[in-house]
Every structure is written in structure tokens, then in C-alpha cells.
């Protein structure tokens, strides 16, 4: 009588029987559908958003290359090819409000990206909890308030017969024109734009900073490290990725300037430096019922913004080791 020996799966596998183990195949997936379904529906309406308003209205860009009447076809009377991407390539309006987009995004980077992360590390240095609190919430109050909010109070702030002209006054300057001076413009967009998102900024560093380790901090105290140097060699490596990953995030972001705010604050005069491609493409799509060539701006815009997001996400995970994908 013969008998049939069974050999024993190798060591770290799992039967696809067994309790516990991954489903593999399309039948396994099916499965894990049938029984995970309520976790699974809980992402059909963020799919549908993405679907409906970003990707959908992606296809609208192929009037960009068609020439496109109010009333006419959805995609166009007829194709034109490169018509309209030589036209603004050509134009001197929009080389302006290209380099104007680049001074805002690049001010608004270099200032509003690192006082969230110097914010950050002095409310994890503040000891006495009610006083934490109390900074917390007068920085984040900013972000809860509409821009056209923000927009009406930096107004009245920098008006003629405002608050802050009051206080030049008082001192024996005249008063200055801020929102009618192009020179100031960018000065005023950046300062109400750290204003409004520094405090906000700070919570993910904050929670970053609560998965640091103590026993880190214990060890750098025993080797003689003060408070400064535990900061640079313990508290900024720990929220690096975060900070990594937010770098990316706004490096993505870099020719999309906010277009509201801007649209509420500037003015024909300050045009020279406030005009930005957001707004020239609002005027020009909109306003003058120039679909197609705005279309062509805007698509020229996002393909910057692409190039800008994967060169940083290379460059990153090539230096630090640390990418968004």
C-alpha cells in the first residue's frame, strides 16, 4: 500500500487557501471587491470628480489647435495646426506676462515655501501649551477667509487714506499709492500670500515633527549637541521627505500664480508687473472671445508646469533620495 507524502510550502509563503492570504489573479480580485465593497465605493465619488472636472474637460484642448467660434462646433470650425502657438510665441504682450509670472512664482517659492517649515520649528520649541495654541490659531485664521476677503482687507490696509498711510503720515512721509504702483505690486501679492498660508503650511510640519523619535534627541543631548545644532542634525532630516514632497508640490504649481488674488488686486496700471498668463488668458478667452489662442496659452502653461514637476521629482530622488513618485 502505497502512501502519498505532502511537501510543505517553502518557508514565508501562504497557501491562497489560507487565512490571511493576498488574493492573486482576477478571480482574487473579484473576491476582495465582493467583501472590501463598502471601502471601495467610498472613492467613487472622488473618481467621478477627478473624471467630470479634470480629465473630461482636458479633451477641450484640441481647440487649441482648431479654430474654434462662439455657437460653432464644440472642437472647432476647422484645423489650423500651430497657428495659434506661433501667434502668442510671436506676441510681445505675452513674452511680458511670461516674465511677470516668473518673478510672482518665483518670489512666491522662495518666501512662502521656507516660513512654514521656520514657523513649524518655533511652535515645537514653545513650551507652554496655552501660548501654542493661541499662536496656532491667530496663523491659521488667514486661510479660512475667502481671497476676496483677503483681497478687500489688503486694500483697505494699503489705501490712500488706509492704515498704513495713516502711520507714514504720522512719521512725515507722504502718503504712497500702493495699489496704483506697479513697483509695488509684487510686494503686496506675496506678502498677503504669506499671510494667508504660513499658518496653514505648518500643520503638516507639525505632524511631521511628532514622528520624529526621542531617543534621537536623548542621544544628540549626550553628545554634547545644543538646541541649534539638534534642530539641524535631528528635527530637519526627520521632516526632510515632508518637506521634499512639498517642495515638488509647489515646484508643479510654479506658472499657475494664483489667479484670483491677482485678478482682485491689480489694475491697468500695474499691469507692467501684475499681469500674469492666468489673467492674460482670462482676458483674452473670455473678454475678447479668443478661445482658441487662450487655449493655446493655457496648454502651453500646463506643459511647463509637467516639465517643472518631473524634472524636481528627478532631481530629487537622484540627490536626496526622495520623490513624490
Not at 484640441?62 to 464644440?74: L, Q
Not at 489705501?159 to 509695488?184: C, K, M, Y
Not at 473678454?287 to 487655449?295: K, L, Q, V
Request: net charge positive.
Amino acid at each position: 500500500m502505497s502512501t502519498t507524502t505532502k511537501t510543505a510550502p517553502p518557508p514565508g509563503t501562504r497557501n491562497a487557501h489560507e487565512p490571511g492570504a493576498r488574493p492573486t489573479g482576477r478571480g482574487g480580485r473579484r473576491r476582495a471587491l465582493r467583501r472590501d465593497w463598502q471601502l471601495y465605493s467610498l472613492a467613487v465619488l472622488p473618481l467621478l470628480f477627478f473624471l467630470v472636472f479634470r480629465y473630461l474637460p482636458m479633451i477641450g484642448n484640441v481647440i487649441a489647435f482648431r479654430r474654434f467660434e462662439p455657437g460653432g462646433s464644440m472642437f472647432g470650425e476647422e484645423w489650423v495646426g500651430l497657428r495659434y502657438v506661433r501667434m502668442f510665441l510671436s506676441d510681445p504682450t505675452f513674452w511680458q506676462v511670461f516674465r511677470n509670472t516668473l518673478w510672482l512664482g518665483g518670489l512666491t517659492l522662495v518666501f512662502c515655501f521656507p516660513i512654514p517649515i521656520v514657523l513649524a520649528l518655533l511652535l515645537n520649541e514653545v513650551r507652554r501649551r496655552s501660548l501654542k495654541r493661541f499662536v496656532q490659531s491667530v496663523s491659521y485664521l488667514p486661510h479660512f477667509l475667502s481671497i476676496v476677503i483677503v483681497a478687500g482687507v489688503t486694500m483697505q490696509m494699503l489705501a490712500t487714506d488706509g492704515p498704513v498711510n495713516h502711520v507714514l503720515g504720522s512719521l512725515g512721509h507722504d502718503p504712497i499709492r500702493f495699489i496704483q504702483e506697479p513697483d509695488w505690486f509684487r510686494t503686496i501679492y506675496v506678502g498677503s500670500e504669506i499671510w494667508q498660508t504660513a499658518g496653514w503650511g505648518t500643520i503638516l510640519y507639525l505632524a511631521a515633527l511628532t514622528t520624529i523619535d526621542e531617543d534621537l534627541y536623548e542621544a544628540a543631548r549626550i553628545d554634547g549637541a545644543n538646541r541649534w545644532q539638534q534642530i539641524w542634525h535631528v528635527t530637519l532630516p526627520g521632516i526632510r521627505p515632508t518637506m521634499i514632497t512639498l517642495l515638488i508640490l509647489n515646484i508643479g504649481t510654479f506658472m499657475a500664480v494664483g489667479f484670483e488674488k491677482v485678478l482682485l488686486l491689480y489694475n491697468p496700471l500695474t499691469y507692467p508687473t501684475a499681469d500674469v498668463i492666468s489673467t492674460y488668458v482670462y482676458r483674452a478667452g473670455v473678454e475678447s472671445n479668443s478661445f482658441s489662442y487662450a487655449a493655446a496659452i493655457g496648454l502651453f502653461e500646463a506643459v511647463i508646469g509637467l516639465v517643472l514637476i518631473t524634472s524636481a521629482n528627478q532631481l530629487s530622488r537622484r540627490t536626496v533620495g526622495t520623490g513624490l513618485w
